[in-house]
């Protein structure tokens, strides 16, 4: 019976959907309908509202749509969806101030003289407006008033160029800043985190171990990384449009003919064009430049953007009078003061330090004066001109109410839809589709691109999302990245502005187009976008780095970039650093061979000790490798053979799994009735008993199936990878053990001069001893104890200082006994300076040379992040998928 609610839920929906009612009440509307028809159907039939649910009531269900939106979106820590309104307004500024119209006319002018040069530079225009407004509406509209009369006076296609503008115009579902991006990046975010808990219990259900290694978890996402990932395909995208429109101008001339500027290319044109480009593209590499490089998050470059936007606003709408250009000058000056004085100083206003911090302080303070008052200025032109910046609002208010109503209806419908069990439903159809995963993506992708005939954007985004992601997510056949899944959905989701006969880029289009030109022409030049858009998601789906590789690379290297030491970065840093053995090893050897000449017999026997015995740690290290190979290469070719018999019986348990499942839910159905007394029906007790007995006979003939062999096999696949993982790890441990001595080592060495300068201080703890009060003795000491405590390899030195302020302690003060243990501890303290001295005189060069020949191999586990250049090779090692189901 919950299968019977189900459909009326999607009934209902697809009712109130295609009969025009709001989306934002049809998605909650059907889930409330439907669950209260279950409720009432189960208290007359079963004498319980909750029998026709698939766990949980309807007041659980009711409640679970609005308990899950608070979770989501009123979490102070989740804050990804203000991205939201900022986008939106800094792109409604830039249209409504007609910066979008300019950078249209200038472009057109700039390519016309090619052939194909108008349908290039509408493809141009719509990347550059795609990257600072994402409005799909207002940019369709924008080209298809100013471009479209262009091109079909020039005896441009009328396919060709109705396709040209609706393609282009909807690069802003895809190019950064995007609106289609935020909202998966929270959908998926949220997606990741369900996949990765069904991932610990099919890795706890496989091995019996409850810990799952954390290189083995789903890979969330950012919008910010979101952003990163869509950036290439975008461009491969635009590519792809200006190739085909360059290739149809040279094939059919015709089509798509060259159109020569009419004024002359002197100066003053190129000024133009330049004054039309130069202020979108800035604000483009402010907005995501801040992002890639990790200066802002998603929210404060779309408080950048909108700021950005307004001051462009405010000197385009003010052109041609004198002072139109101030408020953006003195911005410019402002925001170049500050970063430049914050390149020279890390300033605090709680902690000035100097005089010198002060001046600077007073510099940025005046500077961010300046900056207010460009932005107030800008503010007070956009509001009194053509009261632009009240329209901005209101359209701001109106797109992001639209966005949030959807989103808290489709928390609704999504809670109902699980609450009859249609979320197992959907899983188990996706994995019941042969061929793995790739064959459950192929359909799911398919699911969308069929859905985004009839329905937005937003609506697949907020409801087929997030059933669908938890379940591609948590395969570890393919251990796909959510930055690369939503990606995928993002391109997928853009062909539904394009598909007939509900393309929202289509209507737009259509409505702005002259008579001449009829909807079937619009319908039939966008066909060949749709292909071009299919390709392009084939690309970025086929080569995974287009997407990883940039948002891998982004963090990596990034200030808050992970110590190479994480777990998750293992498997990579050895691929870097193997190699560099093989190419190295002569180097290496000779290196330990001059640093175990060099005399360190008046080391202390603790440093001593260990920095010789690092020594043959770095020799053993080439051993370690090639058993570590040995042992990847034994498991490589049993994995040849083992896969097909692991991969056949893991199936079987799954089915398996099922149907204990299945026989479970019909023993609760049969318990269920007996307490309701509704024991008296033979035929559907007989009925019930006969399916579980038909269930417990497909489980003994399914775990008769399992190969003999599999028990044996799966023993010696453990066996073989556990051997390969304790090489792994003992080699880890010997690399450690191997550079740890020599990090020690430096560290001590180099607080030479610090531990000279307590000299004084700790002179004066014996006149504190004989002439202070014991307690205000025991406070001066330990101030003098936390001082010398920031100083590596002085703990022998404040041991005994330590131990002569307890002396002091209680009501038997020791002084004698205190200053005998200042004057053991000053005895260590000059022991320490004398041999500290002569390491710093004798050992510096050679235990730098040996740093430098050790830092990026053996060493590089110990450093305290990735250099950029390892950063680089990890995040593209990082970005391809690899296949974790052997180990599930």
């Known amino acids: 019976m919950e299968v019977f609610f189900l459909l009326i839920l999607v009934l209902l929906m697809v009712i109130a959907l295609t009969s025009g009612f709001p989306v934002a009440f049809s998605l909650p509307g059907a889930a409330i309908l439907s669950i209260g028809l279950a409720a009432l159907c189960g208290f007359i039939f079963e004498g319980n509202p909750s029998a026709y649910f698939a766990h949980d009531g309807p007041i659980e269900w009711l ?100 396709g040209t503008i609706c393609a282009s115009g909807t690069l802003g579902q895809i190019i950064p800043p995007s609106i289609v991006l935020i909202i998966l990046a929270d959908q998926l975010s949220n997606a990741a985190e369900i996949a990765n808990t069904t991932r610990i219990a099919e890795y706890k259900l496989a091995t019996g171990e409850t810990m799952m290694p954390s290189e083995f978890d789903v890979v969330s996402a950012s919008a910010g990384d979101m952003f990163v990932g869509a950036f290439l395909p975008g461009l491969v995208l635009v590519g792809l449009y200006m190739s085909y429109i360059l290739i149809s101008a040279l094939l059919k001339p ?19 064009v330049l004054m039309a480009l130069v202020p979108p593209l800035t604000l483009i590499f402010t907005v995501l430049g801040s992002i890639i490089m990790g200066i802002a998050t998603v929210n404060q470059a779309g408080a950048i953007g909108a700021i950005g936007a307004m001051i462009m606003g405010g000197y385009r709408l003010t052109e041609g009078q004198k002072n139109s250009f101030y408020p953006a000058i003195l911005a410019v000056i402002s925001t170049t003061a500050i970063i430049f004085i914050l390149s020279l100083y890390q300033l605090n206003i709680k902690n000035i330090r100097n005089s010198e911090e002060a001046i600077a302080m007073v510099f940025v303070t005046i500077a961010v004066i300046g900056l207010l008052i460009s932005v107030f200025w800008s503010v007070w032109r956009t509001f009194r001109i053509e009261n632009t910046l009240k329209g901005v609002m209101l359209e701001t208010s109106k797109t992001t109410s639209m966005v949030f109503i959807i989103l808290i209806g489709a928390a609704m419908l999504t809670s109902a839809f699980r609450g009859f069990g249609g979320e197992e439903l959907v899983k ?257 007790f007989k009925q019930i008993i006969e399916s579980i007995d038909t269930f417990v006979q497909m489980k003994s003939e399914l775990l008769n199936s399992i190969p003999a062999q599999w028990k044996t096999e799966r023993g010696k696949f453990d066996i073989l990878q556990k051997a390969a993982r304790v090489s792994r790890h003992k080699y880890r441990r010997n690399s450690d053990s191997a550079y740890e001595p020599l ?135 990082k970005s391809t998928h690899e296949d974790l189901s052997l180990f599930f």
């Not at 053996?858 to 593209?876: M, N, P, T, W, Y």
């Open 428 to 684: 188990e159809f996706l994995t019941s589709i042969p061929g793995g995963f790739w064959a459950q993506f192929m359909v799911v992708m398919a699911v969308i691109f069929f859905l985004g005939f009839f329905l937005d954007f937003i609506e697949i985004s907020v409801v087929v999302v997030p059933l669908v992601a938890p379940i591609l997510l948590a395969d570890p056949s393919a251990n796909i990245t959510a930055v690369w899944l939503g990606v995928m959905i993002g391109m997928n989701l853009q062909t539904s502005f394009l598909t007939p006969p509900f393309g929202f880029a289509l209507f737009y289009l259509r409505g702005v187009s002259p008579p001449e030109i009829k909807t079937i022409q619009i319908y039939r030049g966008v066909v060949a976008f749709i292909i071009l858009q299919l390709i392009g998601l084939a690309i970025a789906g086929y080569f995974p780095p287009l997407v990883n590789y940039l948002p891998n690379r982004t963090y990596l290297t990034s200030d808050n970039s992970p110590p190479p030491i994480n777990p998750k970065l293992q498997q990579c840093i050895e691929e870097i650093t193997f190699p560099f053995y093989a190419e190295h090893e002569k180097e290496i050897l000779r290196g330990v061979d001059l640093i175990s000449q060099v005399n360190v017999d008046y080391l202390p026997d603790k440093y001593k000790n260990s920095f010789l015995s690092s020594q043959q740690l770095v020799l053993a290290t080439f051993s370690l490798v090639e058993d570590i190979h040995q042992k990847d290469n034994q498991l490589e070719q049993f994995i040849s053979g083992y896969k097909p018999l692991h991969l056949k019986v893991r199936k079987i348990q799954f089915e398996i799994r099922k149907i204990e499942n299945d026989i479970i839910e019909l023993k609760q159905r049969k318990t269920r009735l007996e307490r309701n007394g509704q024991d008296n029906d033979p035929l559907i």
């Open 63 to 162: 409640t679970a749509g609005v308990t899950n939106f608070r979770s989501l979106y009123w979490d102070v820590e989740r804050d990804t969806l203000i991205a939201i309104p900022l986008f939106v307004f800094m792109g409604i500024m830039l249209q409504r101030s007609k910066i979008a119209e300019d950078l249209l006319v200038s472009m057109a002018q700039l390519f016309g003289p090619i052939p194909g040069g108008l349908g290039i530079s509408v493809v141009f225009v719509g990347a550059l407006l795609a990257a600072t407004t994402g409005i799909v509406g207002a940019t369709v509209i924008a080209m298809g008033l100013i471009s479209l009369p262009s091109m079909l006076e020039h005896n441009y296609s009328k396919t060709l160029a109705t």
């Open 254 to 272: 015709e089509s798509a003919p060259p159109v020569p500027y009419e004024g002359k290319i002197d100066g003053r044109f190129l000024l133009k």
């Open 743 to 877: 990090i020690q080592l430096s560290a001590v060495m180099n607080s030479t001069q610090e531990l000279l300068e307590m000299e004084k201080l700790l002179n004066s703890i014996k006149s504190i001893i004989e002439k202070e009060q014991p307690k205000t003795a025991i406070k001066r000491i330990k101030e003098i104890e936390s001082e010398l405590g920031n100083i590596k390899g002085a703990s022998s030195i404040i041991s005994k200082i330590s131990k002569a302020r307890r002396a002091l302690k209680g009501k038997k003060s020791n002084s004698e006994k205190a200053l005998q243990q200042w004057q053991l501890g000053m005895s260590i303290y000059y022991l320490e300076i004398e041999w500290r001295q002569r390491a710093v005189k004798e050992l510096s060069q050679p235990l730098a040379n040996y740093d430098m020949l050790l830092k990026d191999s053996i060493g590089l586990r110990l450093q305290k992040k990735l250099s950029v250049e390892h950063g680089k090779s990890v995040a593209a090692c």
